[in-house]
Structure formats: C-alpha cells, structure tokens
C-alpha cells in the first residue's frame, strides 16, 4: 500500500468555523490531490498539486484553499465551513499526473460533519 | 464539458459475470480507469485502457472503444467480496486531471 495518511480521521464540527485537513505521503510522489465524495457525486476533484508551492483548482474549489510547503504534505483548508461542506474528503497522490498511465493511491478518507 | 455517465447499481449473484458500462464525454481523452471501493474505504486502481481493444487482469477486465466514448469492466466468477462501488476515470488530455463517474454499487448475493 502506498504511504498516505490523513488527519484527522473524523471532525465535527460547526458552521463557520475554520477547518485543515491534513494529507501525508512518504512515496516522494510529485502529484497531489483533494477530493470530496458524496452520495451520487462520485469523487470531484477540489484542488491538486503539481509540486512544492504548485497547486491549481479543481472542478469545485469555492470555499477550500491549499498549500504544500513540503512534498510529503498537502493541507486543505475550509476558512468558514459550512454545511455543504459535510462529505468525505480523500487525498490521493501520483507520480506522474499528467501522462497517460498515471495511477493515483488514496488516502484513508477523512470524514468531516459540519453542524 | 466533461460527463461519465455508469449505472448506479447493479446485482448479481456468486460465481456469475457481470458488466460495468461506462460512457463519457470528454475535451480530449487518453484513458479510461477503474477503480474499486469497498464501503468505508478508499478508492484504488483496478485497469486502465488506453487503446481499444480488451486488457485482462485476473478475474477483471476491462474494455475500450474509443470510437463509441465507452468502455465496460468485465467481473468473471464474481466472489462475495467483490461487492463493492465501481468506478470509471477519464483523464482529459486537455487538463490532465481525473474526471470520475458518479459509481456503481455491486451487490452479489450468495
């Protein structure tokens, strides 16, 4: 298994609130990625990064910003969370993320409750 | 825009072959994933097709056309432990990143 770990696992929290998620790696993958999934959602992409200090949007980043300050770590962060914002969100890592073969591992998933 | 458009559930029974449809839209194409997700857990890597044609691995395969925007996975001698959420990937040229489908729920029955 690839060596991906988020924190925390699970948070409630309330509306308004700010909130960071925490991915880590310990693959030296250059790629890395928010999602969030949610009951007939599938998984939608929120922001990736493409290298240290690197990041771009994804199809719904409104209400997330990121940062990667290392190449093992990639925060998510909700400035005012609100209760749209419940879901699962995993982080997922690549080596490379823009060719053809490219696969992606996920991390454990962190599951965020916003009251 | 970009869509991929799978069943949402699909049911079968152990030991029988069943078929993941997958169709898609997409500004540019160079492949089509799968990814299996167990309930609670996290999504990983199954196949992928970049060329038509089928690719077998194992129990699995997959197919592609191209030609047609859709592709199918094959589940042969379906175990009680491929009951799980499917999904397909399409990674647009265009962008790079990763469009999933919205997945599908296997349940097999004893």
């Known amino acids: 298994d690839a060596g991906i770990t988020q924190s925390p696992r699970h948070k409630v929290t309330e509306t308004g609130t700010p909130v960071t998620l925490r991915c880590h790696q310990t693959?030296?993958?250059?790629?890395m990625y928010w999602y969030r999934q949610d009951p007939g959602h599938g998984l939608r992409l929120i922001h990736y990064?493409?290298?240290?200090?690197?990041?771009d949007k994804g199809e719904v980043s409104d209400g997330y910003s990121v940062s990667r300050s290392k190449t093992e770590d990639f925060l998510l962060t909700l400035e005012s969370a609100t209760s749209s914002q419940t879901s699962v969100y995993f982080c997922?890592?690549?080596?490379?993320?823009?060719?053809?073969?490219?696969?992606?591992?996920f991390g454990p998933g962190t599951r965020l409750t916003v009251l | 825009g970009q869509s991929l458009e799978q069943p949402s559930e699909v049911t079968a029974v152990e030991g029988a072959i069943v078929q993941i449809n997958c169709t898609y839209q997409?500004?540019?194409?160079?492949?089509l994933s799968w990814y299996q997700q167990h309930d609670g857990g996290a999504p990983t890597f199954l196949s992928y097709?970049?060329?038509?044609g089928l690719e077998e691995t194992g129990r699995f395969s997959s197919f592609l056309s191209r030609s047609d925007s859709y592709g199918y996975l094959l589940l042969q001698e379906l175990q009680m432990k491929d009951s799980a959420s499917y999904f397909c990937?399409?990674?647009?040229?265009?962008?790079?990143?990763?469009?999933f489908g919205q997945g599908t729920t296997l349940q097999v029955k004893p």
């Open positions: 997922a890592i690549s080596e490379s993320g823009l060719t053809s073969t490219d696969t992606q591992y």
């Open positions: 693959e030296n993958h250059r790629y």
């Open positions: 990064s493409y290298g240290v200090k690197d990041t």
């Open positions: 997409t500004s540019g194409f160079y492949g």
């Open positions: 097709n970049a060329l038509d």
């Open positions: 990937a399409v990674r647009s040229s265009n962008t790079g990143k990763l469009i």
